[in-house]
Each structure stands twice: as C-alpha cells, then as structure tokens.
C-alpha cells in the first residue's frame, strides 16, 4: 500500500482532502453540525437586542430587531418578554445539542484517519524487501508508525477547532453587519491589517521549526529504540 508524500506546492489542502476522502459521511455530518451551531449561536445574542429594546422602551423598533423576532410575529408573540426570553433559551439547548454532535463528528473523524494512517504506514514497512527494512532504524519506524499520525490527529484537532471558531466569527460578523455597517468595515481593515502582519512573520519560523521536531523526534526514537535493543 503506498504512502503519499506531500510536497510545498500541494500541502495543506490537496494532503487534507487525500485524507478525508474516505470518510465523506463524517466530514458532512461534522460541517452540518459546525454551520447549525454557530448560526444558533450567533441568532441567540442576535435574539438579545429585541429583549433589550422591549425593556428599555417597550416595543421592538428596529427593522434588525423586527426580523429577528418574526418568529415570534407570526404567533403575535413578539412583545412578550416571557415568550422572547423561553425562545432563546430554547434556541441554547438546541445550539448547545448541536454543538455535542460536532464535536462527537470531529472526534470520530480525526480517530479514523489517525487509525488509517497507522494502517498505511504498517503495510508499507511490512511490504518492504527485507533488504531495505533492515537498514532503517528502529526508531524511526516507531515513531513513524505512532508518533506522527498523532501527530497528524493533533494537527486535525486544531484545525478543527479553527473551523469551529471561524464560522462562529463568521456567523458574528453577519449580525454585526446588520447592526451597524460602519463600525463593522473599521473594525475589519483593522484586523485584516493586524492579521496579515502576524501571519508572514510566523508562518515561515513555524514550518522550519516543525522540520527541526521532526529530525529530533526521529533521533531520539531510534536512540532510545538501540538502546533496548
């Protein structure tokens, strides 16, 4: 069975789908599950400004607010702090549920590629000549067969974590949107601006000290790999 190796010009997106393609049914579950989550998340602080607004002056005025609370509007409830208030707690529990089968989906995914990748490169050694397996450290092996899908399962984790946060600043950034446009356009050339700076200046130290783990890795796996032996 052969491992693919993954080169500058394909690495991280063509590697990412490589490794998800056969798990198509758990990556849809996981993106269903992450967009529901984080739409509910943001529509139940969406929910908060009628409430204020009811408080404050006693009916909803804004057209934001007056489309948040459809809903509501169309059973004549949308002025009843009681009904307001039981349907965002209602949207938390649904959010709240929604947000456990996300994370059961991305467990399960980032298991089942870090299973696979185990396989893979199990077969792969026991496939090779004996001529060539012996000539490789023990060490190495080792630690290619179970420190780097690790690895991988942790860098997936992380990756699905930034999914997670993305699509909610997403979701956030829609309702700040619709509540004021200027304020929304400042506060994202700032961060754009903040964020282009931080992101040329760390990617390169991050792919070059992620090279130098590995060779450590490796080293210290066939050292102590010799030593038992």
Not at 10 to 33: G, I, N, Q
Not at 80 to 109: A, G
Not at 157 to 175: A, C, D, R
Request: aromatic letters at 14%; hydrophobic letters at 50%.
């Amino acid at each position: 069975m052969k491992i693919k190796q993954a080169n500058k010009s394909s690495f991280p997106l063509k590697y990412l789908v490589d490794l998800t393609k056969p798990f198509k049914a758990t990556v849809a579950m996981f993106f269903s599950t992450l967009i529901l989550s984080s739409f509910l998340e943001s529509f139940g602080i969406a929910m908060m400004f009628p409430l204020i607004e009811i408080i404050l002056n006693g009916e909803s005025e804004s057209q934001f607010s007056k489309a948040i609370t459809y809903p509501l509007k169309m059973i004549g409830a949308e002025r009843d702090i009681i009904n307001i208030s039981l349907f965002i707690l209602l949207i938390i529990f649904v959010k709240v549920l929604f947000r456990l089968l996300n994370t059961y989906f991305s467990n399960k995914l980032i298991f089942c590629i870090r299973k696979m990748l185990m396989v893979k490169i199990n077969d792969y050694y026991l496939l090779m000549p004996y001529g060539q397996i012996i000539k490789k450290k023990q060490g190495i092996i080792l630690n290619n067969i179970i420190n780097e899908p690790h690895k991988t399962g942790n860098a997936l984790l992380k990756l699905t974590e930034f999914l997670v946060s993305f699509f909610l600043i997403l979701f956030y950034y829609v309702v700040m949107l619709l509540t004021d446009i200027t304020v929304t356009l400042i506060f994202t050339i700032g961060s754009v601006i903040v964020y282009i700076l931080f992101a040329s200046a760390s990617k390169k130290w991050a792919f070059m000290f992620g090279k130098k783990e590995l060779a450590y890795n490796q080293e210290i796996s066939a050292i102590g790999a010799e030593s038992v032996s």
